[in-house]
Every structure is written in C-alpha cells, then in structure tokens.
C-alpha cells in the first residue's frame, strides 16, 4: 500500500500494463532495368507494394495517490484500449541514367507513393472510479488488486462495484484515417575520375524535391475534422571519396534534410489518458531542419594485418520539435506541448586500431573508442502559480496554460549536455584447432542539467572476460565466453551491479558439402544479466530497468542453398556465355 510516512513524497503511481498485438503483412517488389544503346544509358522501372492489418489491445490498471493535495487526492482507472489498424501502399519509380563525359553521368529520377493508413482506438473505462471507490471507503485500493479484480480477497461485485461496467472515453478515443500521395524528384550528378598513381576520386552531388499531399480524417473529444495539407520538402546532399589505394580510402559526406511535424501534433485536443503527464498539439509548429557531416578514413596493410579506420560527425539541428513541459510540484502531473526549439547539437568520433603482433600472424591485437557528445535544449517550468493553476483546475485548458507561461516569460530553455566516452581492448590467439582471447571495455557517461541539478550524473560500465574456440577434425565444434559485468554511479543501488555472464555453444556441420549445421546455444548459463539503461533529454533524465529472459537455450538447424553453382559457373552466366 502507498504511504507517506515523512511526509515528503509528491505523489504514488502504481500501474500495471499489459496487452496483445497481432500483426499481418505482406509485400512485393519488382525492378526492370533496360540498357539504352550507350554504355553507362540506362532506364530503370521500381514497382513495390505492401499491406498490413494491426490488432493491438492493451489494459491498464493504475492508482495514483496524491500527497500534497488535502481534496482529490486519488485517481485510479481501469482501462480497455482496442486499436485496430489497416495499411497499405504502392509505389513505383522510374529513373534514368545519362553519361555525359568521360566518367560522368547524370542521373534523373521521379517516384510517385501512395499511402493509406486507417487506425481506430477505442478506450473503455469505469467512469469515475476513484469515486466510487470512496463511497465505498476502499480508498486503499493497489493497482494489483484491480488486476486481480479483488480486494481483501473478494471480488468487487461483493462491494458494489461492477468492473465490467466499461464506457466509452470519447476524450481518449481516437480515429483517424490518412491518404497520402508522396512524390519524390531526384537529380544527381556522378563523376569518377583515375588518376596516373592509380587513385580515384568519387563524388556525387544532389538534390531531393519531395512535394507531399496529405488528407486526414480525425476525430477525437469534440474534434470532428478533416485536414488536407500541402508540403514541399527539400533534401541536399553530397559524397566525396577519395580511393588512395586497394585498402584506403577517405570519404567525406554531407546530408541536409527537413522534417515537417505530424498532422496530430498540430491539433490541439488534450489527451489525459496518464492522470499524471497530460498532453495536447500545437498548430503553430513549423518544419525542423537537420544537417548531418561525416568524415572517414580507413587503411589496412595486407602484408601485416593492420589496420585502423578513423570516423567523425557531427549533426546540426535547427527548429527542432521538442515537447515543452511544464510540472506540477504539488501534484506531480507533467503538462506536455510540442513546441519549436533551437540550439541541439551532436557530435561523435570512432576510432579503430587492429593488428598482428607476431610473425605467423596467431596473436592479434584490436582496440577501439568512441567519444560522444550531445547538447539537447528544450522548455520546462515549475513556476505554476495561482493564475497558471486555473487553467488545470476542472476542465484543463493546456493552450491558456502554455499561453500564459510563454506571455510571462514562465517557461524556461533548460539545455543537458551529455558526454560519453568508451573503450574496448581485446587479444586473441588463434590457429586451425583453438582460438583463444582475452577482452576488457568500459563505459563512462557525465551529463549536467543547467536548470534540473538532481538531474546531474556520472556512471560507469566497465567488463573484462574471456573466449574460447575449439575446431574438432570431425567438423564438431565448441565456443564458450565469460564476463564480469559491472555498473557503478546510479542512485538506486539495485542497480550499481556487477554481473558474471556466461555463454557456451555446441555445433556440428555435416553432408559431404559440409553445407548443414546443427547447434545448441545455452546464453547466460548463470542467468545474472540484466537489463539497464540511462536516457538523456532537455527536460529529464530516466533510468530504466527491464526484467527480461535473458537465459535460455536455442537450437538451430542451418541448411545452406547454392543456387547459382560455383564460381566458375557465376562468372560464366554473368558474362553472357
């Protein structure tokens, strides 16, 4: 049962969910492609399809205590959701390539998309719940006992209340139905150029035109509408690769592309389906605009097995769509809308090192890093005062809300930075019988919040284990790895853990083409993993631990097809012989 026994705690949310979904597709592509006399003078014909059918049903059972409030201080629902959907699509493209120098073609492209979706959510509650509750003093009630449809081991019935007694939420019921025709221009230019020292130079430069009509049919609350939009959207883009040798290259690449806002975040109906994060459109929305930079360069020499690959980018995000939050520190109820934001950024590197370090080439060497970085900026605010509350006292009005935060200057840009840093080391021995190897890797990640301090973090992952690989002249074969996993720097120590994860896997290949292979894998023997991540935003921080069947035993038949004969024979029927 929920309590408060400092008298410190905001609110008490206990919610269990569960649900099923079926899901039917298929879909068919055909290509044609025609040489037009010149070499390099080609006509390409795409047609493709696809068809689906969605059932999802969902339930939810959840208890909200609010501490801080002295009236309406329970809310609990008890909620049905059928949303069967329907889609399908068809598409064809029609592209045609042109040389037009020495090394050089241009490419011109037109693609024609149609689209229907049809989605109908149906949300069934028991009206007012938490009233009935309390005309029946059960006002102690856990979500767990409205799973169990129970209290104190006997079922509601006996108290008065008839939980398949479900209407309709007409506020959180949604239906909608889009059409959409989807067109998309390509023009590329294409130029390889060779160089008297035997290199190259690649590039490609182009642009995307993507005119887009979209009609919709969407009914939701008191919303009955139907929405036709128009939109154009553009999408640069350029490669550069530079061929030095056979195993090195350096390629650098650039693509911009803009991102409109879906047709249901610019309707502004409220949906209060979670009592505590309430949400609604903006219909001032505007398109975001990304643009993405990459560098690479990778080089390997043969003789001595070594290589490295170095890798940078770097993503540029203007008017980004983030969800404006604003929180109720005496309910604990998160107010949400998507609103247009400026100041995102991220940016990484990868670097890779590997190498033989003796003579016969047995014992390799392999590391590799990763450094992140990203900046996420969006709105939050705490500052809900006795004007602000009006607007979600009884019937909410989220654009008074946001209104009169944005008009006195309440909502404030919160910015999280956020910075990783990984490392991975392995050796390893190997010959025709056995491959061993050892490994260790780490993980750290800092994250600072200028407005939310608690939000500040500092955690660590680090691993170190070991692997074995053992080939039988019988064609049998056994591998094994084991690893000591650990986390450290969360608040909750459940979750600062260290964890010893073992895998083992038997096989055998068999037939005289040794082309059929039987195994039987057995992962986390000791069945100690878990499942533990952390994620960032402008506006919270969320740690999450999923319980999930990480041990189990698989066995797989594997059974390999040549259906193009040996190589001899594919050299053959490609040359027209």
């Known amino acids: 049962k929920m309590a408060d026994p400092n008298g410190i705690r905001v609110n008490g949310n206990e919610r269990i969910n569960n649900g099923n979904n079926h899901n039917n597709n298929v879909n068919g592509e055909l290509q044609i492609n025609r040489r037009l006399g010149v070499p390099g003078r080609n006509l390409t014909l795409n047609l493709g399809g696809s068809y689906s059918e969605i059932n999802n049903e969902s339930y939810s059972r959840s208890v909200v205590k609010y501490f801080q409030r002295t009236t309406d201080d329970l809310n609990a629902d008890y909620q049905n959701t059928m949303s069967p959907s329907k889609n399908y699509s068809y598409q064809g493209r029609l592209s045609y390539t042109e040389p037009i120098l020495k090394g050089t073609v241009v490419q011109l492209s037109y693609q024609a998309q149609y689209r229907f979706q049809d989605s109908d959510r149906e949300m069934m509650v028991y009206d007012k719940l938490e009233d009935a509750l309390r005309e029946k003093g059960l006002t102690d009630v856990s979500a767990v006992d409205l799973y169990n449809g129970t209290y104190n081991g006997l079922p509601f019935s006996n108290y008065g209340i008839d939980l398949t007694m479900l209407t309709k939420d007409a506020q959180n019921s949604q239906y909608a139905t889009y059409r959409e025709f989807n067109q998309n221009v390509n023009l590329m230019l294409r130029h390889n150029s060779k160089m008297e020292n035997g290199q190259e130079l690649f590039f490609n430069l182009g642009v995307n035109w993507q005119p887009q009509r979209t009609e919709m049919d969407y009914a939701k609350g008191i919303v009955d509408t139907s929405v036709v939009r128009k939109i154009q959207n553009w999408a640069p883009r350029f490669n550069v ?168 200057n309440l909502l404030k840009k919160a910015t999280t930075r956020s910075t990783s840093i990984g490392e991975n080391v392995r050796f390893n021995y190997r010959n025709d019988l056995i491959e061993v190897g050892v490994n260790s890797g780490m993980n750290y990640q800092h994250a600072r919040n200028d407005m939310q301090k608690n939000g500040n973090r500092d955690t660590w992952s680090f691993s170190y284990g070991g692997n074995v690989v053992i080939n039988t002249p019988w064609n049998l074969q056994f591998s094994s790895d084991i690893s000591q996993q650990s986390r450290r720097g969360y608040d909750d120590a459940t979750m600062n853990t260290n964890e010893l994860i073992w895998n083992a896997q038997i096989s055998q290949t068999f037939l005289k083409s040794k082309n059929a292979t039987v195994s039987v894998q057995w992962n986390d023997i000791l069945r100690q993993r878990s499942s533990i991540s952390r994620n960032y935003s402008a506006t919270n921080r969320s740690d999450t631990w999923t319980n999930a069947i990480h041990s189990y035993v698989m066995v797989h038949l594997i059974y390999r097809f040549n259906l193009l004969g040996d190589k001899e024979s594919r050299q053959a029927g490609f040359n027209g012989d």
């Open 241 to 408: 690769r530079w061929k030095i040798s056979n195993t090195s290259q350096l390629r650098v690449r650039y693509n911009g592309s803009m991102t409109q806002p879906s047709m249901t975040n610019l309707i502004e109906v409220t949906d209060n389906s979670n009592p505590l994060y309430v949400s609604t459109g903006n219909a001032g929305l505007k398109s975001s605009w990304t643009d993405r930079f990459n560098l690479d360069y990778n080089n390997y020499i043969t003789e001595k097995q070594m290589g490295w690959n170095v890798n940078g980018w770097v993503n540029l995000n203007r008017r980004t769509i983030s969800n404006a939050t604003i929180y109720d520190t005496e309910s604990g109820i998160s107010y949400s809308r998507p609103m247009n934001v400026d100041g995102g950024w991220n940016a990484g590197t990868w670097m890779g090192f590997n190498t033989a370090i003796d003579k016969g080439k047995h014992f390799n060497f392999n590391w590799n890093q990763n450094i992140n970085y990203s900046r996420n900026v969006g709105y939050i605010s705490s500052d809900l005062d006795a004007q602000a509350k009006q607007f979600v006292t009884g019937n909410i009005d989220m654009n008074g809300l946001f209104d009169y935060m944005d008009r006195n």
